[in-house]
């Protein structure tokens, strides 16, 4: 389970890259409650996404060209650059070499071998993300990549991350924990990326709500799209994929409390 209290290798940021980010937050704004702050004209644009006066994620505009609308997961690491010649040794790219983000902190994004974008915080000021696994957060982050047993061999080198078959109907999926905390510890999992998907290999976030099935009626009627209608996973809870107005692709889920029963 996400929380805030970080460790090396689980998630400890989540941004967004958009072509428009009035539209992206206002998109937000309406669909889960957050509000933005700016992080002021030094930062280029970039700000922060608040729920409960808490930072959940952040938006900044899209940068290189060509660049698509797309969701960042950052990891923590206690020496950014150390983890930027581990990824290039895994057989993985470094996308944007580590820098320092004033006195918040240090960062770097990288590419997997399979292509999927991910960047690590090393914190300085700024530990990471505020809120997580509550409604209107972040709850768990999941790979879709066209080689899952690649993309175990190269995180296990990178983050030094534990893994976990789980079975269900149809398959079975490989979760992901910080080393040594066993379930405690997880965070996300790996999928596999299907065959003429129209989306890329990415990192897929996932938002806790209350309603998944509103939400996605919300998302659409916000200008939004479905990439994987409403679902329920015993035991797991109601999900759904959607797009924002952008195209940038990200998960919901109404999770199952511990005493629903299942």
């Known amino acids: 389970m996400l929380t805030t209290d970080y460790v090396p290798g689980a998630p400890n940021w989540l941004d967004l890259g958009a072509p ?25 644009g970039y700000g ?13 505009p899209l940068t290189e060209q060509g660049a698509r609308a797309a969701w960042t997961p950052y990891f923590h690491t206690p ?39 991910f ?18 957060s972040l709850c768990w982050t999941e790979l879709h990549s066209p080689d899952p047993a ?11 991350w534990d893994t976990e ?18 379930k405690d510890g997880s965070f996300g999992g790996v999928a596999q990326l299907q065959e003429g998907h129209s989306t890329p290999p990415q990192w897929l ?12 009626a919300k998302g659409q009627e916000l200008g939004g799209s479905v990439l994987m209608p409403a679902m329920s996973a015993e035991g797991i809870g109601r999900m ?17 409390s511990p005493d629903s029963g299942g």
Do not use: N
């Open 150 to 160: 690649a993309a175990l061999t190269f995180y296990r080198a990178v983050f030094g």
């Open 79 to 117: 020496d950014a650059d150390a983890t930027a010649k581990s990824v290039e040794q895994a057989g993985g790219g470094v996308a944007v070499a580590p820098f320092d983000v004033f006195d918040e902190g240090r960062m770097a994004q990288f590419t997997d071998p399979g292509g999927a974008r």
């Open 48 to 60: 922060f996404f608040k729920r409960d006066r808490k930072t959940v994620a952040a938006l900044g």
């Open 20 to 44: 428009d980010t009035d539209a992206a937050a206002a998109f937000y704004q309406a669909l889960l409650g957050w509000s933005f702050e700016s992080a002021g004209p030094e930062a280029g």
């Open 240 to 256: 759904a994929w959607l797009t924002d107005v952008a195209g940038a692709p990200f998960g919901v889920i109404t999770s199952e």
């Open 205 to 216: 976030p996932y938002i806790e709500v209350t309603d998944c099935d509103r939400v996605v």
């Open 119 to 136: 960047a690590v915080w090393q914190p300085g000021r700024t530990a990471g993300l505020e809120l997580v696994t509550e409604p209107g």
């Open 165 to 182: 078959e789980m079975s269900f109907p149809g398959g079975t999926y490989t979760v992901f924990s910080t080393a040594g905390a066993g």
